[in-house]
């Protein structure tokens, strides 16, 4: 009689099991990379826009006005593009405008985060100045320093 060559039944299901265990560890770890990234790349587009703000500021010597909180194209962008910024990021990370507040003597950039819901809006003296570990925080920039920011392991 001829030995067949293969696996059995029980080998495949230990493997399939050791596969979905191995699943279940790195998808939450995926999505919570993802998710940092995303807060780290609307930092990053808040800290450029703030910087063409800045350099706005330094040869008109105001800020530019916005009128109220309105999104960055609307706000921003006509100041800023394409002298000091060749263009405005438009959108966070989860792709939800960014709002700004600009006065002459004071600008404010805002992201609401993963919730996509702001706790407090702009009002730069509604947060705490201290980072956070929720991933849902706001993300806000304010005359050329983050009020409040995301920091340190996340949580959900």
Not at 75 to 95: F, M, N, Q
Not at 126 to 141: A, E, F, G, L, V
């Amino acid at each position: 009689m001829r030995r067949q060559k293969g696996f059995t039944l029980i080998e495949l299901l230990i493997v399939v099991a050791i596969i979905g265990i191995i699943a279940a560890i790195a998808i939450p770890n995926l999505l919570n990379a993802i998710n940092r990234s995303r807060q780290k790349r609307s930092m990053s587009d808040m800290r450029t826009i703030g910087t063409a703000t800045e350099a706005y500021a330094v040869d008109w010597a105001y800020y530019p006005t916005t009128g109220g909180d309105v999104t960055v194209a609307v706000g921003l962008e006509p100041h800023l593009s394409p002298v000091y910024i060749k263009k405005t990021p438009p959108a966070d990370g989860w792709r939800e405008a960014f709002l700004c507040r600009s006065e002459s003597r004071f600008y404010t950039v805002g992201s609401a985060g993963r919730d996509k819901v702001f706790e407090a809006g702009l009002d730069a003296n509604s947060y705490d100045r201290d980072p956070t570990t929720d991933m849902d925080c706001d993300i806000i920039y304010s005359n050329g320093t983050f009020i409040s920011y995301p920091e340190g392991v996340q949580t959900d």
